[in-house]
């Protein structure tokens, strides 16, 4: 119950921000794509966590959980099928846009430098088969297909207007994925309240926003998975 009354906050925050946002810029907001938006977060929430725990395990039991990811995963690939996304609207493709590689590469090379420093300044306790099997898989899987691809998309078409930044267009709904990135991280609900923690809300939201340029640039989710699983395999390998 505490994860069901902690997303349905998570949805009041993107439809409170999105509604005042709408109010001072009119004409902006698309309320029909704004509350498909928070399905897609109640939705993919809801395979996260097994139906909140009334779906039968079908795995073997494990620490990390595969059937919720794997369940929240083919949702979003379902979501990226249908004719109002579409997979190469959602990124769900590996080909990457004309000439895009030559400006992203460099970006990515940073990326990895910065994460090999982090991993050699705050080293981890070896990692087993599993866990770095996960780690190089699921997360960047699962999270970018939904957050840089379905999820961008849906607030994509809520928020008209874009600005031209680094090359690419940006609107509201780019800079709203990354927040609610950083609040599936950060905002939770437990022993009766609510709990944010700014750090980590710091610490996902903003490295999101290199995932949106990369996606947002080479139209595809394909970097920006390859970066997110190595940044969370190598501080468990080094």
Known sequence: MDGFIGILGVIALLLGVGGLLGWGLPGRLSWRWLLVAAGLVLLNDLMLTNGYGLFPDLLPKSDWNWQGKILALVATLAVGAL??????????????????????????????????????????????????????????????????????VALGEAFAGRVRILGVDWGLGAVLSCALFGLAHAFGYNDGRFSFDLMTMALTALPSLIAVWLVLKTRSLLLPVLLHNFGNAIMLMI
């Open 83 to 152: 004719p109002a996304f579409g997979r190469r609207r959602s990124g769900l493709t590996l080909q990457q846009a004309a000439g895009s590689l030559k400006t992203v590469l460099p970006v990515a090379g940073l990326y990895v430098g910065l994460f090999l420093v982090l991993a050699m300044v705050f080293p981890n306790e070896p990692a087993g088969p599993e866990t770095l099997a996960f780690q190089l898989t699921m997360p960047g899987l699962e999270e970018e297909a939904f957050y840089r691809g379905v999820l961008l």
